[in-house]
């Protein structure tokens, strides 16, 4: 068996010694092009003018393109939109943002295109620029037509029913995926019109549709390939589209490959983000803190134009719940269409976004009922499934007492079949001590004036599926050669995650082979056609069974040839540690792969995958739009000095849910990488625009990601490691996007130091990202002097 | 603008090669030498994914310019291996799993390995701060850290 096994990642050789190939690494053909886009200073306006002549001028420059000098032959502007046709590669008229690419620069080189593009000047008649949520909800500047609301049950009523009542407002910011390798593409044109596009994106066919469209060529004509990734994070999911389309139309342009890669600074100010949004929310509870009827609006700053958003929000939605069950509840969501950057899709999806508003809820009934919060999130958590063990009825009563049998459901009335939070919490709480510590940290704060410590454990469900069915669905080609050496291609693209290896140890384990013996080259689409983005977490669960399904139909080939050959059944027949066993024979694998081809046995195959159980009516709110749920919890605890704000992490524990896992290292590096960059979104990571709507942080001197000082001291990691319920590859579950919201416990840990500046009269409220800033207005808020 | 000629020392290798005066020791690197490890995360100083050494000085090649290597003893992530014989830092970075997307992963090393220079034994919070000038979006750090406390020991015993 390989699957299971620890393995390094596949590249890690390369990787080490700066060997590893990524696209701006990709020796260029001579007489290759640069590209850079000449942006819009101006976040909302008409275009007047245009005087390109300084930029044709600048010394290196080929060719400039722009919406009122566009070349004869090419058709429309092209569109370089996932979803609704409403992103002009250049700006058509009108300017919707500061940063949005406006003319489009051809020089000889890198340094030459960009500073040509500095030289244009453009006009504008600026009109009003909406660039808050205020502003936008004030001029009903929105996607679709009015909020979209999914309810369950009675939220009013059940509200006031309920003895005490809870209202907020909290504001999340946004996060930049600041992928260590910014956005780059490159094209080289092929004989007969066609084009070869190498891209850094999450979703080769994507690129392969896109510039297909803008070159009015068939799909068949564009060859779309992604080697790696130096980071992806769903900033690659669509926001590579328009250095791919600009760089195929300038290579048709030109006849000459052309090459595009965004400096950070550009990057940061033409791409969009996470989206950041505000939570209105009304609860009604008990005296005990449990929470009857809850009611969310969610109020998202999406952007200029639609890109992902809408499915973005929805899954803010499905996610509102967490892992608490709210029988009674309402959540309406706004998609608000603002002058800023389109935001996008970042690892959760907006899962984190609904995750964290339930869970700053039961912070804030915590403190309205003065009680533990553990107890208040244990208390609300749903019944675990006919285990008959923690939470299965006996701890509690009312709605969740066993006389109840009916299985519980989400807000969007999938029933709960799997709920694991109970024995994993329970598990968290043993091995972190968290209600030990919690104890001895009151203690210390009592006698500590100026630093103060808190501690908060947060636990996670995430749903698994791509919300959009048709997109659950992978392809896979494998060969076997006559050497009985194996090559593997998949759909999903390898951003860092390790998907390649995984794959390649679940096909190793099909032909009874090392993961070394299984070679994977870059993802193609003239190999896997169709082929949906890696995302939603789902490149494991959807391209290791498509690729389980391909080595399957050769192996089977392989046992019937040679089962036959001695005159036995193909099911006798074992593929085992590089051997070929049947009938008390055994040969080497290549050996038979040598007598198949010699016999005339096809060893070459397509494999095919699609999600079972999936339903989803997205209008109504209401199916199964997951296969299953990852669970997690976390315990952070933090410190903070009452002076300045300034804080940082000292411990953290992990106990995280990825089934049976298909690689234990790659799965806690998965692990540790997503809390410390959900951590990083709720603390240090701040976006800031200007009243103009310039984004001011575009650069890392002012955007502050974590950092290697910033890693908490002691950082304990665990897999639950339990198989997971639904068949899925090995049993495992998706690792990419659940572990990230455990970083909402450093959010709440830092609400639990601020909480102990004062006499606990007032809630904290603390807004995220809680910067060093917020921290101390928070701080004196609880100290009464604001 | 004329370009400059730059006789230089590249990983023990004598190279020479022609420089534009504006370009950075970076783009010299990886244009002009093909040494295309050392990457540009940001450009202006603020990742360490461009991280060299100058005459064994820890350096961000994007803020150097290419002429400012005449003379001079460049040190870059492919001069660690002997051959096939992986540095200390490089085994332990695969055996920890210390990397995912590999991107920061030169500059790390290169990093590191100057640390270790100065300091062979480094504490965790000297490997922290030293280190807290390269970014990496990936993995949150914990096993890097593992990474180079573990090739520090070795290299100590070796
Ligand atoms: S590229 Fe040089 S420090 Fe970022
Ligand atoms: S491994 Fe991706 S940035 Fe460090």
């Not at chain 1, 939603?536 to 399957?552: I, K, Q, T, V, Y």
């Not at chain 2, 096939?84 to 990397?99: C, G, M, T, V, Y």
Request: charged share 20%; glycine share 10%; with cysteine.
């Amino acid at each position: 068996m390989t699957m299971g096994k620890p393995l390094p990642h596949d590249s890690a050789p390369l990787h080490v010694t700066g060997q590893a190939r990524y696209a701006d690494d990709v020796p260029l053909p001579a007489g290759a092009l640069h590209l850079a886009f000449g942006l819009s200073s101006c976040a909302h306006g008409t275009i007047t003018g245009m005087d390109l002549a300084a930029v044709r001028a600048a010394p290196g420059v080929v060719a400039v393109f722009s919406a009122e000098d566009w070349p004869k032959g090419f058709g429309e502007m092209p569109d370089c939109s996932p979803s609704v046709l409403d992103e002009p590669l250049l700006a058509v008229g009108r300017v919707h943002y500061i940063g949005q690419p406006v003319f489009l620069v051809v020089a000889d080189s890198h340094l030459a295109a960009r500073k040509a593009a500095r030289l244009g000047r453009v006009a504008y008649d600026e009109l009003p620029a909406l660039l808050t949520v205020d502003d936008a909800l004030a001029a009903n500047s929105r996607f679709e037509q009015g909020p979209v609301i999914w309810a369950k049950g009675d939220a009013a009523g059940a509200i006031a029913r309920a003895p005490h009542v809870l209202e907020g407002t909290f504001e999340v910011g946004g996060q930049e995926h600041f992928y260590l390798e910014g956005q780059v593409a490159l094209a080289l044109p092929a004989e007969d019109g066609g084009v070869n596009v190498i891209s850094s994106t999450q979703h080769p066919t994507e690129i392969q549709h896109k510039v297909a469209h803008a070159l009015h060529l068939p799909m068949s004509a564009v060859r779309v390939e992604t080697r790696r990734m130096g980071g992806g994070f769903g900033g690659k999911e669509s926001q590579g589209n328009a250095l791919a389309i600009a760089c195929a139309l300038a290579a048709r342009a030109t006849g000459r490959p052309c090459k595009m890669r965004y400096d950070r600074d550009d990057d940061m100010m033409i791409t969009g983000k996470r989206h950041d949004l505000r939570i209105r929310y009304r609860v009604g509870h008990d005296a005990e803190g449990r929470i009857s009827g809850i009611e969310f609006t969610h109020l998202f700053r999406c952007g200029w134009s639609q890109d992902l958003s809408l499915p973005v929000a929805d899954r803010a939605m499905l996610h509102a719940d967490n892992c608490y069950h709210l029988p009674d509840i309402r959540i309406e969501s706004h998609r608000l269409k603002t002058n800023t950057q389109s935001a996008t899709a970042y690892r959760g999806f907006g899962g984190p976004q609904g995750i964290v508003g339930i869970e700053r809820v039961i912070d804030h009934v915590a403190h309205a009922t003065g009680r533990e919060p553990l107890e208040v999130r244990l208390l609300n958590f749903y019944r675990s499934n006919g285990t008959g063990g923690p939470g299965s009825g006996t701890r509690f009563g009312g709605p969740h007492s066993p006389a109840n049998s009916q299985p519980q459901t989400t807000p969007f009335h999938m029933e709960m079949e799997d709920f694991i939070g109970h024995e994993l919490v329970a598990e968290l709480e043993k091995t972190s001590n968290y209600l030990a510590r919690k104890a001895e940290i009151a203690a210390w704060n009592s006698t500590n004036p100026i630093l103060k410590r808190g501690i908060a454990l947060v636990p996670v469900k995430f749903g698994i599926s791509f919300t959009l069915t048709w997109l659950n669905q992978a392809g896979a080609l494998v060969h076997v050669y006559q050497d009985g050496s194996v090559m593997l291609n998949h759909g999903g693209t390898e951003m860092g995650q390790g998907l390649n290896q995984k794959v390649a140890q679940v096909v190793a384990d099909v032909f009874g082979l090392e993961a070394a013996a299984v070679k994977i080259t870059a993802t193609d689409t003239a190999k896997v056609p169709n082929t949906s983005a890696t995302a939603a977490s789902s490149g494991s669960d959807l391209n290791g069974m498509a690729a389980r399904a391909a080595a399957e139909t050769i192996r089977g080939r392989m046992a019937d040839f040679i089962a036959d050959k001695h005159q036995t059944k193909a099911a006798s027949v074992r593929f085992e540690a590089g051997l070929v066993k049947l009938a008390g024979e055994h040969y080497a694998f290549a050996q038979v792969a040598a007598w198949a081809y010699q016999a005339r046995i096809s060893l070459s195959s397509t494999g095919y995958y699609a999600t079972p159980k999936i339903t989803w009516d997205r209008v109504k709110g209401r199916g199964r739009p997951f296969l299953y749920f990852a669970y997690g919890a976390a315990v952070t605890e933090v410190v903070l000095d009452t002076l300045t704000g300034e804080n940082r992490m000292l411990r953290v524990d992990i106990l995280h849910d990825t089934g049976t896992s298909l690689n234990p290292a790659l799965d806690i590096g998965q692990v540790e990488g997503a809390f410390v960059q959900g951590a990083g979104w709720l603390t240090t990571e701040e976006l800031v625009w200007n009243g103009k709507g310039g984004l001011t942080t575009h650069a890392p001197s002012t955007y502050k990601i974590p950092a290697c000082s910033d890693r908490p001291p002691v950082f304990n990691v665990a897999l639950w490691g339990k198989p997971n319920r639904e068949d899925t590859v090995g049993k495992s579950k998706a690792v990419g996007e659940p572990p990230f919201n455990l970083g909402i416990s450093a959010l709440m840990a830092l609400s639990d130091a601020v909480a102990a500046c004062g006499d606990g009269s007032a809630y904290v409220a603390l807004d995220a990202p809680a910067t060093a800033e917020r921290v101390l207005m928070a701080v004196r808020r609880q100290q009464g002097n604001v | 603008m004329s370009r400059i000629h730059v006789t230089t020392t590249v990983n023990g290798d004598a190279v020479e090669f022609l420089a534009d005066p504006r370009d950075s020791l970076l783009d010299c690197l990886r244009d002009q030498l093909n040494l295309t490890g050392s990457k540009e995360g940001c450009g202006t100083g603020d990742c360490g994914a461009c991280s060299v050494t100058v005459d064994g000085t820890l350096v961000c090649s994007c803020l150097v310019l290419g002429v400012e290597a005449e003379g001079k003893r460049i040190e870059t992530v492919e001069g660690m291996a002997k051959g096939n014989d992986l540095h200390p830092l490089q085994r332990k970075f695969i055996e920890h799993a210390a990397l995912q997307c590999g991107f920061c992963t030169p500059g790390i090393l290169v990093a590191a390995k100057a640390l270790l220079a100065e300091n062979p034994d480094p504490s965790e919070s000297e490997i922290r701060f030293w280190l807290a000038g390269n970014l990496c979006r990936c993995t949150g750090y914990d096993k890097i850290i593992h990474a180079v406390q573990d090739a520090a020991a070795e290299m100590r015993g070796a």
